[in-house]
């Protein structure tokens, strides 16, 4: 199998004859007895499992779990424990470990719990490779002069050391993908590109995600956290929604980006960050500077690039490259190699205004290449909304958004080109059904 193993345990016996059960099956194994030599360990190489007791003669297991989860890519670590000792193994777990098992060992189980977390971490790699490589192969697709444009400022942009840049752009339309296009054309390509959706996080905690927090900080605070800003030392972070970050934090934010340090929350210890940071929205920053929702000296400080990527209307060349590099994807993924798109198709295609932008023409090639009975694709699989939805002519583009129109407007198009569907328009607006709702009724469009 070729995988390596830590096994922690400062009994002899047991690392011993667990050391011989795993190598007999094909790993490769390394021992730590102590809390001390298990983190040596750790720092010196890459183990795909850790094997962990708890109980440790110079401290607790759960330092060894924190120092092995902070590891990138993380060992699957499985607790080693008396029957006795089931509830703080069941804690662990809360906390990151993979499973556990009791001693005394049964052979069987130990090897099947082993392999089964092993399994799960291959395949969530194997996912993150895909997405990788779907990222990297979308970020190919530049056919259009608009976009071409963009992604040579884009480039000129990568060989600074750390400058940072503002992302602006309707939902779904890659500013994603140019931002991993930064970061891999960057001398930071080796070290971490960490994403972070400003809008997704819980308020309590925002601050400690960004920044980290040292355990105690507060309640249920049970562990260090590195936080996003240290995960992506070296690399690039991408903190995406920026409109959307709660405006007492902030001066925070531009503190850090300024001095280049920060402190965890509940720390008195200083960090200092060598990472390049890059800002995205879908939304117009000077509206938000003039409704309180963004800080100017923010917007200026991150700023210093400003990259807007076209929507799809206006780069209609990109189209049908796109729609086919999803179709050659999902295609082999659902076995269903030869499929290819009508003539009628790819005028359909062409003459849609996705509103939606690359996100809605990714799902619409994913259900069209699902459900098609035929190996070609036509148009009635794309079931694209009435012509009348898209309502501006080809060739007439239009602003959508509050990068032109306000987000009302936008989200009012989206809704009436999914057909009134909310599950659709959430889908193609990349948020949750929850947060389009919650803007529905915001904006007084909630029927």
């Known amino acids: 199998m070729g995988r390596s193993i830590l096994i922690v345990d400062d009994d002899a016996l047991v690392t011993r004859a667990l050391g ?39 401290g607790d297991g759960m330092d060894v779990l924190r120092r092995a989860l902070d590891r990138a890519p993380a060992p699957q670590v499985l607790l080693m424990t008396a029957r006795a000792d089931v509830r703080g193994a ?59 444009d963009v992604f040579a400022v884009a480039t000129r942009l990568a060989a600074t050391p750390s400058s940072s840049a503002l992302i602006l752009g309707e939902s779904g339309v890659g500013k994603e993908v140019l931002a ?27 601050e400690a995600e960004l ?28 903190l995406d929604e920026l409109c959307e970050f709660k405006v007492e934090l902030q001066p925070k934010l531009l503190r850090v980006l300024e001095e280049r340090r920060f402190f965890p929350v509940g720390s008195d210890r200083e960090r200092r960050m060598n990472v390049r940071v890059l800002a995205a929205t879908n939304r117009d920053p000077q509206a938000a500077i003039a409704s309180g929702q963004l800080r100017q000296d923010l917007y200026y400080r991150l700023a210093t690039v400003t990259l807007r990527v076209p929507p799809l209307r206006e780069r209609r060349e990109d189209i049908v490259p796109l729609a086919e590099h999803f179709l050659v994807r999902f ?5 269903r190699s030869r499929t290819t798109f009508s003539a009628d198709a790819r005028d359909a295609l062409t003459s849609y205004d996705w509103p939606g932008n690359a996100r809605e023409l990714r799902n619409v090639v ?80 909630a029927r």
Not at 26 to 36: E, F, I, L, N, Q
Not at 109 to 130: H, N
Not at 187 to 197: D, G, I, L, M, Q
Not at 331 to 335: D, H, Q, W, Y
């Open 90 to 148: 069941v804690d662990a777990m809360r906390h990151g470990a993979a499973d556990y098992i009791e001693k005394p060992f049964d052979v069987a189980d130990l090897t099947m719990r082993l392999e089964r977390a092993l399994d799960s971490a291959a395949v969530r790699r194997k996912l993150a490779l895909y997405e990788e490589r779907d990222r990297r192969a979308s970020s190919a697709i530049v056919a259009s002069q608009p976009l071409r």
């Open 331 to 335: 295609a082999a993924e659902f076995g």
């Open 366 to 445: 994913e259900r069209a290449t699902m459900l098609a009975d035929s190996w070609v694709i036509g148009p009635v699989d794309l079931d694209l909304p009435p012509a009348a939805a898209s309502a501006t002519p080809q060739g007439a583009p239009r602003e959508l958004g509050s990068l032109g129109d306000s987000e009302r407007d936008h989200i009012e198009r989206v809704l009436v080109a999914m057909g009134g569907s909310r599950t659709r328009t959430a889908a193609a607006l990349g948020i949750s059904r929850s947060t389009l709702w919650d803007k529905l009724k915001r904006y007084g469009l």
């Open 20 to 58: 011989d059960l795993l190598e007999a099956r094909g790993y490769s194994t390394h021992v730590g007895t102590s809390v001390a030599s298990a983190n040596q360990a750790l720092d010196a190489a890459d183990y795909d499992a850790v094997l962990l007791d708890l109980y440790l003669p110079d």
């Open 211 to 238: 920044f980290g927090s040292v355990r105690g900080a507060f309640t249920d605070s049970k562990r260090d956290r590195a936080g996003h800003f240290a995960s992506a030392e070296g690399g690039t972070l991408l």
């Open 180 to 206: 991993a296009h930064v970061h891999e054309n960057s001398e930071r390509s080796r070290a971490p590109f960490v994403k972070v959706n400003l809008a997704a996080i819980p308020e309590s905690v925002v």
